[in-house]
């Protein structure tokens, strides 16, 4: 009798999980790019000016900050990485420079005042936030993507931007404060 030798197929699942690993990083690569082209601005350009009303009626004028270091960050109530980011910039950024020459307004996205008003006590954030219903002040920065921040000069000019949420772009921007702050007018 005769036996013949079989060659068992090869499992499934290592070239599964290549195709995903390859779909993975595909994906990745192209957000970054849609990032990148999704960004109206650019590093050292006058950040483009802009008025809102904060959630306790005052205005809040860029143009009006002249002097000092600004932090514009645009969010969203049903963004994961935003909601994630909320404590962060309380505590890292807002609680360490408010005070100084600093200024910061966070920038809800599609969302109204109304909307906005339990949103600080909710997140146990203490920094100005004004709604933008209409994108009217996103649509100066980028076309999508939140959550955005954009550390702006005692001059005006953009010193630092960056898209989504992560620890180590936190710090940079951190890093972007202190040295303009340490700048004298």
């Known amino acids: 009798m005769t036996s013949l030798l079989r060659h068992a197929p090869a499992p499934l699942w290592p070239r599964i999980l290549a195709a995903v690993c390859l779909l993975l990083a595909g994906s990745a690569a192209g957000r970054a790019v849609d990032e990148k082209e999704s960004t109206l601005t650019k590093l050292g350009q006058l950040a483009p000016a802009f008025t809102v009303t904060t959630l306790d009626g005052k205005p809040f004028d860029l143009s009006a900050m002249k002097g000092k270091v600004v932090l514009v960050n645009f969010f969203a109530t ?51 936030v004004a709604g933008d219903p209409k994108r009217d002040v996103y649509a100066k920065y980028a ?32 890093s972007a404060i202190e040295k303009e702050l340490a700048r004298k007018p």
């Open 143 to 174: 076309t999508q993507y939140i959550p955005r921040s954009y550390v702006i000069s005692r001059d005006g000019k953009i010193l630092f931007q960056t898209v989504g949420y992560k620890e180590e772009e936190l710090a940079q921007l951190v």
């Open 78 to 128: 049903w963004c994961g990485p935003c909601i994630a980011e909320m404590p962060a910039l309380e505590k890292q950024v807002w609680q360490r420079f408010k005070g100084q020459d600093f200024a910061m307004i966070a920038i809800g996205r599609e969302h109204t005042n109304d909307e906005l008003v339990p949103f600080p006590k909710k997140r146990e954030i203490t920094f100005p």
